[in-house]
């Protein structure tokens, strides 16, 4: 286990969550990727996208059934603007890499918003802190770890 996965599994546990972080064969830097190696549907996957909103990073997780609409979002979010977030942004806010962004970064320094598409399903997948690594988590667990707001995204 690597330290960011360490982080994810503390994190997951100070909130009353047993961890059950699973290692992939490869990276899964996208959601077919995973599902395919998962076996499970690709709009189970728990993409971890963030954003710029206005200058500050915005966590969107989203179904990898689908791409965020970020016009659409940013009227939602009674926004200017929602652009993709530089590397540097991602590290910033979240103390992780693209491509392996746990849902658990820190609440009060991301704000968060959650697909509500996922709510469909009984497990969604999310990374667990590298691009090899993902877990199972419920989708009132997935709102619990984010303190996100649930909204339609597409």
């Avoid at 599902?35 to 690709?42: R, S």
């Avoid at 697909?115 to 009984?122: I, M, N, V």
Wanted: aromatic share 4%.
């Amino acid at each position: 286990m690597k330290p960011s996965n360490a982080r994810v599994a503390a994190a997951l546990l100070a909130l009353g969550i047993e961890p059950d972080i699973k290692f992939l064969d490869a990276d899964a830097k996208t959601a077919a990727a995973a599902a395919d190696q998962l076996g499970c549907e690709v709009g189970a996957i728990a993409n971890s996208l963030v954003f710029e909103c206005d200058g500050s990073p915005l966590l969107v997780m989203a179904s990898g059934a689908h791409r965020v609409d970020t016009d659409l979002l940013a009227g939602r979010l009674d926004a200017d603007s929602i652009t993709k977030a530089s590397p540097q942004l991602v590290r910033s806010a979240t103390d992780q890499a693209i491509g392996g962004v746990a849902p658990t970064g820190h609440p009060s320094k991301l704000r968060t918003v959650v697909d509500q598409t996922l709510a469909r399903y009984p497990v969604v997948w999310t990374a667990a802190g590298t691009p090899d690594s993902v877990m199972p988590l419920s989708y009132r667990q997935l709102l619990t770890i984010t303190e996100g707001v649930v909204m339609a995204v597409r």
